[in-house]
């Protein structure tokens, strides 16, 4: 496997690596996401769209940093997912893989918060971050569009 790959699909190793490890340490040790040493209960919402309506309506109580964390960090924190994913994955080069993969880390990860008592199990914020990683393909895909075409005009010239 490591030698057949390029030094782009290396380097896309070493930084997938590195986001998987900020996402693990951001989703289970940041002390700035103010989580509590130690719950006593579990939390979870299964409802789709809850507290994505929720964080919208209150979003004056709550503050703006709050609902920009929650919402948008969601979706842009699984962008690199979806980016890098096909770079290092040839069966995620088709898109339907790569957010089926998405899902399902999404899915990992707030089960493991569920379990560990740490965070929440959220199913809103499953559908933000499979969207997160469905749109880090998209950037992927035009990113790969742009190369070919530079590639092309240069052959041309």
């Not at 290396?10 to 996402?23: E, N, P």
């Not at 006593?40 to 309506?53: A, W």
């Amino acid at each position: 496997m490591i030698r057949n790959t390029t030094k782009k699909q290396k380097l896309g190793w070493v930084l997938f690596i590195v986001y998987m490890a900020a996402v693990v340490y951001f989703m289970f040790f940041a002390e700035s996401f103010d989580r509590p040493d130690v719950r006593q209960e579990y939390h979870y919402n299964l409802v789709l769209f809850r507290e994505i309506k929720r964080f919208v309506i209150y979003r004056d109580q709550l503050g703006m940093k709050a609902v920009f964390l929650n919402i948008v960090g969601n979706v842009a924190g699984f962008m690199p997912f979806g980016f890098f994913l096909p770079i290092i994955s040839r069966r995620s080069r088709k898109w339907y893989n790569t957010v089926l993969f998405g899902f399902s880390f999404s899915l990992a990860i707030e089960i493991t918060q569920l379990v560990w008592k740490v965070g929440s199990f959220d199913v809103d914020d499953i559908l933000l971050n499979t969207i997160g990683g469905a749109l880090g393909f998209i950037v992927y895909r035009n990113v790969q569009k742009y190369r070919r075409r530079r590639m092309n005009g240069k052959r041309n010239c």
